[in-house]
Structures are given as C-alpha cells and as structure tokens.
C-alpha cells in the first residue's frame, strides 16, 4: 500500500513535521470570508428536509427550472409576530407588512423574489421561508473573542461557553436586538453569557458578513460583527466567571489544534483569524510555540 505521509501531514513515526512559519497564511495578508456549507447540508430537528442543491445551481444568477424547495417557518417564529404580540420578536409572515424590509446587508445590496422576500446572497439553500429565524432578511448578531495568554501554562486561551443544544464550546454571543448597538450587544451578550463585563471600544474587528449557520433559509440568513479583545495582565487573570442561563459552563479554553477544530460552527475559523490579526499587528503578543498551532489550522 502507497504511504500517503503527504497529504496526512504525518510522519511514519507518527510524529507531525514542523510547520514552516516563514511560508504560512499568517505572514499574508488575512481575508476573512465564510462559504456556504451547513447552511445548505445541514438543519435543525424541526426543519423539513432540504431540496439539494449542487455547487454550480447555488448561485441566484443561474437559472434553476426544478428548484422546488419547501417552505417553512416554525411555529414559534409565527408566535411572536411583532404585528399580532406586543413583546414579539419576529417579522409579520406577510412580507408586505415589513416596514424597514432590508434592501442590503454587510454582503451588498440584496436580491428579491417574486415575492417580495429578500434572498440569501450566498445562494440558494434548498428551503424558503424563515425557519427559526425572526426576520426576513439579515438576522444580526454579534460574537466577541476574548482571549489571553495564560502566564503559568504560556497558553493561549480563549474565554468560552459551553452550549445547552449540543454540548460544544463556542464564542459567547447572540442575536443584536431591535435598534441596539453592535458594541452594546457585545457587551450584554458576555455579561449575560460569562458574567462578565468589559469595554469593547478599542475591540478589533475580525469580520462582518454571513454565517454558515443551519437555520439558514434562501430568505433569512444570519450575519454577525466578530470582534476581538486580546487582555493582558490583570484584567485577564481577575475576571470572574459565572455561566449564564444559555451555557452549561463558562471557562479559558486552552487553544490547541484539536479544541480550535472542534469549536462551534466557523467559530474555530473566526478565533483563528483573529489571532493571525493579533500576530500581525503585535508579533510578540502570542508565545512562539502557539504560532505553530495557526500556522497549521489551515
């Protein structure tokens, strides 16, 4: 049988070759751009199966005769017509009633169909409707990465939840409500999430745009702010935890290989990326055996 050590990235002794930091993705320049995966292969429990679109019909500009995906929006969406519940959260199901229906969003201005109903820019997604999403459109939310050196370990860590759903850990973050600030959703999502409290005006921007996220339809779709805030000293080590009613646990995540893969969603692309900002602003920010770890991610 052929070795294939090549294409695995490992030895015959089991021991993975250096990287070459020299020659990797952090001494370019960072673009941070999301694809379109979970949103078209995957949903959630209460979703009907999607229609499946191959790569060359996802675009809306291709013409796409048997497109046939169904239509759902769940009932708790329904439920919490802003129209019909005063404390409601979503969109009228009559899109004509939108007052403030989004002609763009981060990604560029925005397609419609014949209805009226905006359309996802990434493409079809093999459902309509708006799912478990309350808005037509863009549904905005915004996810801060807090991260740290540990001084005792010399490992960077990341301050993260771990979600109620399905167990993972993730960023702590969350939908912007009606009229808020992106900068002020940042900081009530961690105080609600970790119990902490931090300032987020001298935050770094990571990305804006569409997220792969399985809630996805072809007319609501979610896009987050991602910002980052590196601590040091001892803002980073007195900060107390204490995990809120949508997380089992709140803690500083050590950022191996294996825990930066294994994160929620494209979170793991998000951290990352934002760590390559980090390096690039401050080369001497992050310990040299952690440049390793980014260097290999991709």
Known sequence: MENNDQNTGWSLLGVKPAVDLANSWIQG???????????????????PRRFNVADENTPWEVAYPAY??????????????????ADGWADPEDVSQVADLPTESFEGPLLRDEEGRPL????????????????????????????RVNERFGDVEMLAIQRKDNGQWAIPGGMVDKGEAVSSTLSRELKEETGVELDFSDAKLVYQGFVDDRRSTDNAWIESTVKHLHLV????????????SDALSVNWLPLTERSLKKLYASHGYFVVSALGMLYKRQPDALPAKFLEVLASYF
């Open 120 to 147: 996802n820019p990434r493409g079809r997604c093999g459902m309509t409707g708006r799912g478990l999403l309350g808005k037509w459109g863009p549904n905005y939310a915004a996810d801060p990465i807090i991260t």
């Open 29 to 47: 320049d960072i673009e941070v751009y999301v694809e379109s995966y979970r949103a078209r292969f995957e949903w959630p429990p209460e979703y």
């Open 68 to 85: 046939a995906p169904e239509y759902f929006v769940a009932p708790v969406v329904l439920d919490n017509d802003c129209l019909k519940k």
């Open 233 to 244: 000293g001892e803002q980073a080590e007195k900060l107390e935890l204490e995990a809120g």
